[in-house]
């Protein structure tokens, strides 16, 4: 080889392709082939995904084709796959497809169309609580991550105590104690800017030197509140809330959010402490580009892997959840069907109508399953050390 | 190691002076009464209910109330507002009901953990391993009370015994051989279910430890000399796995005092579950907030307690 026909060559290499041939829709595909199971978890999630719209099209509405609130008391506790009883029933009240696909319950109403109802209640339960989680993982992760060195001020602290103080006494009636800390509230805020002209340190009087001293890091801040968070035992921690509040479905996806979050902070803030460090954030800085931009469009890429899979895992414990609030009697209240209160109405009937118990249970453990397979399933494929090896 | 010991027990003092508060605030500023000082209730005079405002502190500010809950937490003094009975008897004789459930659900989920992970990180990739992973996802997956179901259902229509309640009623007559039994099938199904999902992750993350461990030279060195596998596996591979789980040891405390809410309703025993799940409904915030409180401070002991052993066990860590 004479260095001649190596100059000729280089052209080619740079022609050559640079980047990968594969999109990573492509990679994500070829990965899920290989991983049989979580294909099977991706398959059924579609596919319940799919269910749960159609269920809320079929059984919504003032006529719906499945009427799940439906009460035949002359069909109670059929089987599945029962022929109603024509001669019993008035024409609107005769299932769809002449048969209950999945039997009555106690009521005789039909177990097909209260399983359609609830599995969009599952599905949004499941996707609002985890929403709400991750938000809040991602945002308390990130400061604590990013801005993490910055110290807080006494000051702040102050001034957040008195802001909340007050409005927590404002709504509660004590009116004049609430005003008047909001008032030294808004003291603090003007103590605070006619502090930031006077720059030299050393003429502050003693008691605005502690004031305007450096109390707690951000970083310290937010993971000890994790820790708090933490100290609460989680189910029992949802059930006082639940049990507390009036009962409705929001309610249940908002308290399963704000106390499910702490995960999702701790592996985005660390996520954030690498990442901050590395070449690509300095040159991003270096161009002059702001904080909010260098976050979202050149660290949370990078971080999102991990947050996407306990996303994923959270949706089935969240579903879970819900299923046992509603087995409990705290779940969504009852003309409004879901899986677990279905369940927990058939279990007095357990003996003579088993499927009560069963379709809603099987349901579940299905729907459970494929988001645990999928989620697992996405952990290696979002691994770049696994990718490498293939 | 004695400034470390310092250290957190001041920070852990701290978290737990907020869990106090935060607890409290929660409780205290949900909307609703508690069922003794509920207007609503036809049963109570204006005049009874100003008394039990009175005897509960209810009229006085919100921190004056703090005050006096914590005051008679720490002496010991605090009644349920549902039966005046001491918080702490209650709480007590509750978890000496709840106790055998954790004991043997611990040790079912020890003892079984170990084994499966072990063995199906040996073979892995085998059928046993992908088995037992399949089997341990649907473990984790199945709803604990549709489970419990299925289970009653299995056992009560094959071995034809009663399963729920602590013991059968009016067993006190019989035989003591056959009351033990009949405690013994009381108490296996609540704690199998308890342990089910603790199986399922504990025997995946044995699993894990043991492949890591595997894939170290020494043990290519052990394999590469001639040991015999069995040493290999047990001898060096699984005493160095061993070391995250000494530390688990102290994050099982705070199941000391969870109990399983929907498991110990379903088979009606009467444990720590059932009294804070009726201390819930009852609005009875005594209790609510010492439970709370207590398996706070359990929880705090429990991650100090491992820090610990970490410390203890592996030299390599200094704090």
Redesign the interface.
Known sequence: MNPGENHIDAPDYIEAPLAPKHTRMQEFGRMLKQNR?AALGFFIFVLFFLCAVTGLILTSGTKPLFNPAMVRLEEKLRPPLSKPNLQALRPDQVPVLNVYLMGTDDLGRDVFARMLQGAWVSLTVGFVAVGISVFIGIFMGGIAGYFGQHHIKAIHILFFLCLIGGIGLVL?NAVFAGTALLLLCLSSIVFLLSARDKLPEKTLPAWKGILLGNAVSVDTLIM?IV??M????S???I???V????ASIYNIMIVIGLTSWMGTTRFVRAEFLSLREQDFVAAAKALGIGNFRIIFRHIMPNAVAPVLVSATIGI?TAI?TE??LS??GFGVPPPHATWGNI??DG?NF??DA?WL??I???A??IV??S???FG?GLRDILNPKLRERH | MLSFIGRSVIQKT???F??SI??FL??H????KPSQVNPMNPKFTPEILERFQKEFHLDKPLYVQYLYFYRGLFTGQTVSWKDNQSVFSKIWGRFLNSLPLFIVGTLITWTLSFPVGIRSAIYRGGIYDRTT??LS??L???????FA??L??FVVNHFHVPVIGMETFGIANSSIPHMIMDRIWHLLLPSVLGATGGIAILSRYVRSQMLEVEGQDYIRTAKAKGLPPDQVHYKHAFRNALLPFVTMFGLIL?GL??GS??IE?IFSWPGMGRM??DA??A?DYPV?LT??FV??VL??AGTFVSDLLYLVVDPRIRL
Not at chain 1, 230 to 233: G, T
Not at chain 2, 29 to 32: C, F, K
């Open positions: 199971l509660i000890r820790d708090i933490l100290c609460f035992p189910f029992f921690l059930l006082t809330v049990a507390l509040l009036p089935a879970l299923a046992g087995f409990l369940l927990s279990k357990i003996f088993p118990t069963f809603p249970g099987i579940i453990l459970v399953l988001f645990n397979l697992e | 701290i978290t737990l907020f869990v935060v607890s929660i409780i500023l949900a909307p609703g992973t399949f996802y649907l984790i997956s199945i709803p604990g009370f549709f179901y299925v009653i259902i705070p005092i969870g809410v929907i309703t804070a799940y819930i409904l609005r609510i439970v709370n398996s706070a929880v705090l």
